[in-house]
């Protein structure tokens, strides 16, 4: 058995986490008895403020934690934060050695190896790099880039609609992959669409088709238009809203608003819509590492014309709608040739019953998943 072998079996636990530990990263840890190579303990971060990976491994495994090796996905850190650091806790463990996936890019929690190699502990580090870089990525677009990671969701038919022309759209993808697009609810902080997504759909946007937390819904609407009544603006203990609008905006309507517990935004407008380097730079300072953005299709243009996008999930269900006035997924700017096009790269498919799900990067993305640490 290889410390890939093992430090997959901590990436697994790290999954564990994804969606639960923001603004912190996801880590998973699991503690080997180097004779025996067997697995003594498990441990993932559950939650921010709560027990890191490796903690949670040492206080399963008690006295046996003692002599064993550590493969843990990101470096320990070595300050006081929420807890204490994760280093002391593997000196009074009594671990042999240390092998982490990547070391921690934050200034804050960074130098853990170098502490615990000083302390004649065996360190190593960058083992499965890429595949925990993809499991942090949130994390590591924060701290290193200091904006949130960005994924587009298109669902559309073979012939690139969203909808006839009357406006039907109910259902272009399965059930399944219905469920997939609310797991990815789940996992990132926030979901984002436009006004006219809410005029047509009036959505929730939350996870109601899996288990998992209801992620901030963000809702562009320039001119502050809508109305107050549509389902995105029902506030409850764990769904909340904001709505974002033109600094501008002089309108009665926000109080209706801000009495329902939706937070409004204000911020600056580029080409009379809203600025989104500005809304960017907002959601990093709310402490959002991760946005979703679910349309329509003249959001999600808009979003691939400035060059914005790390992710895309694009569902295609099995239609050809024909219908010449139908809603196209994507409305961008014109383009002079195919170079100037968005290249999805690293492109994963998979079926979901009659619907297909491509999954892949831009040069965007992968830039930052492939950044030495």
Not at 237 to 265: M, N
Not at 276 to 302: F, H, P, R, W
Not at 345 to 373: C, R, W
């Amino acid at each position: 058995m290889t410390d890939e072998y093992f430090m997959k079996l901590a990436l697994r636990e790290g999954y564990k986490g994804l969606g639960k530990t923001s603004p912190n990263p996801p880590v998973g840890a699991i503690l080997v008895e180097p004779q025996t190579l067997k697995v003594i303990a498990k441990g993932y971060h559950r939650g921010y403020g709560l027990a890191h990976a490796e903690v949670e491994a040492i206080e399963k495994a008690g006295e046996r934690a003692k002599g064993t090796t550590l493969y843990v996905t990101l470096e320990p850190c070595n300050h006081y934060g929420k807890t204490p650091p994760c280093t002391k806790k593997i000196l009074e463990a009594g671990i042999s050695k240390v092998i982490c996936g990547i070391r921690d890019p934050n200034p804050l929690a960074q130098g853990g190896l170098e502490f615990l190699k000083s302390r004649g502990i065996e360190v190593k580090s960058g083992v499965l790099e890429k595949e925990i870089k993809i499991l942090t990525r949130f994390f590591l677009s924060r701290i290193l880039r200091k904006t949130p990671w960005i994924i587009i969701k298109v669902a559309s038919s073979l012939d690139g609609r969203i909808s006839v022309s009357t406006g039907d759209s109910k259902w272009i993808t399965d059930l399944k992959a219905r469920k997939m697009v609310h797991k990815l609810r789940s996992i990132v902080d926030a979901v984002l669409v436009g006004k006219n997504t809410i005029l047509k759909d009036d959505p929730k946007l939350t996870t109601r088709l899996v288990k998992g937390k209801n992620p901030l819904r963000i809702v562009l609407d320039t001119n502050l238009s809508l109305s107050p009544n549509f389902q995105v603006f029902n506030i409850e203990r764990e769904i909340k809203t904001v709505l974002v609008c033109g600094d501008h905006v002089v309108s009665e309507k926000e109080k209706f608003f801000k009495e329902k517990g939706v937070e409004i935004w204000k911020l600056p407008l580029k080409e009379k819509r809203i600025d989104l380097q500005a809304l960017i730079d907002k959601c990093y300072q709310e402490n959002i590492t991760s946005l979703l953005i679910e349309g329509g299709g003249e959001v999600i243009g808009s979003f691939i014309n400035e060059e914005l996008v790390d992710e895309i999930f694009y569902f295609i269900g099995p239609f050809i709608i024909g219908d010449r006035n139908g809603t196209p997924a994507v409305k961008g700017k014109p383009l002079h040739n195919l170079k100037e096009a968005l290249l999805l790269q690293e492109i994963k498919v998979q079926k979901l019953d009659n619907t297909f799900m491509f999954h892949a990067y831009t040069f965007k993305g992968l830039s930052l998943l492939n950044l030495p640490l």
